[in-house]
C-alpha cells in the first residue's frame, strides 16, 4: 500500500495545476483538497507524481504530464499559395513545402528533407516550412 502521510488543506490549488490543469488526463481533489490524485487518458503514459498534498502551507510534488505519441505528420504542398496534389510547375514558381503534426503532448519537433539534406525544421508544436522557386535545373519535382 501507501505510505502514510500527513496532510492539511491551505496550498494554492493554481500553484498545483497551473492555467492549463492537466492535458490528456485528470485531478481529483481528495481529504478535502489537501490531496490530488492524477489519471492519464487512454493512450496516454504519465510521467511524474500520480498523487501529491498539501502540508498546509506546500504541495509536496508537481502535477504530472499525461504524454501521448506524435501522430503521423501530415504535408501539403502549396504553388503560389494555393494548395495543390500532383501539380504540373513551371520555371518561376514559387514552391512551399510544409509538414506539421496534428498530435502529440508534448508537441513533436519536425524536420523537412529534400534527398538527404535537410531544409527546414521546427520548435514543437510548429510546422516546418520551405519555400523555393523552381529553376531550369529542376527538370523533376518528386513528392513521398
Given at each position: 500500500?501507501?505510505?502514510p502521510?500527513?496532510?492539511r488543506?491551505?496550498c494554492?490549488v493554481?500553484?498545483?495545476?497551473?492555467?492549463?490543469?492537466?492535458?490528456?488526463?485528470?485531478?481529483r481533489?481528495?481529504?478535502?483538497?489537501?490531496?490530488?490524485?492524477?489519471?492519464c487518458?487512454?493512450?496516454s503514459?504519465?510521467?511524474?507524481?500520480?498523487?501529491?498534498?498539501?502540508?498546509?502551507?506546500?504541495?509536496?510534488?508537481?502535477?504530472?504530464?499525461?504524454?501521448?505519441p506524435?501522430?503521423?505528420?501530415?504535408?501539403?504542398l502549396?504553388?503560389?499559395?494555393?494548395?495543390?496534389?500532383?501539380?504540373?510547375?513551371?520555371?518561376?514558381?514559387?514552391?512551399t513545402?510544409t509538414?506539421?503534426?496534428?498530435?502529440?503532448?508534448?508537441?513533436?519537433?519536425?524536420?523537412l528533407?529534400?534527398?538527404?539534406?535537410?531544409?527546414a525544421?521546427?520548435?514543437?508544436?510548429?510546422?516546418?516550412l520551405?519555400?523555393?522557386?523552381?529553376?531550369?535545373e529542376?527538370?523533376?519535382?518528386?513528392?513521398?
Amino acid at each position: 500500500g501507501e505510505a502514510p502521510v500527513c496532510t492539511r488543506a491551505g496550498c494554492e490549488v493554481d500553484q498545483l495545476m497551473g492555467e492549463e490543469g492537466v492535458q490528456n488526463g485528470r485531478a481529483r481533489a481528495v481529504w478535502g483538497g489537501a490531496a490530488f490524485r492524477f489519471s492519464c487518458n487512454a493512450g496516454s503514459v504519465m510521467d511524474g507524481n500520480s498523487f501529491v498534498f498539501c502540508d498546509g502551507s506546500y504541495w509536496n510534488g508537481t502535477k504530472p504530464e499525461c504524454l501521448v505519441p506524435p501522430g503521423p505528420p501530415s504535408f501539403s504542398l502549396t504553388v503560389g499559395g494555393v494548395q495543390m496534389e500532383n501539380p504540373s510547375l513551371a520555371v518561376g514558381a514559387q514552391v512551399t513545402l510544409t509538414c506539421e503534426s496534428g498530435s502529440g503532448n508534448p508537441a513533436p519537433s519536425l524536420a523537412l528533407y529534400l534527398g538527404e539534406d535537410q531544409v527546414a525544421s521546427s520548435v514543437a508544436g510548429s510546422p516546418a516550412l520551405y519555400t523555393f522557386t523552381v529553376q531550369t535545373e529542376h527538370d523533376r519535382v518528386h513528392v513521398y
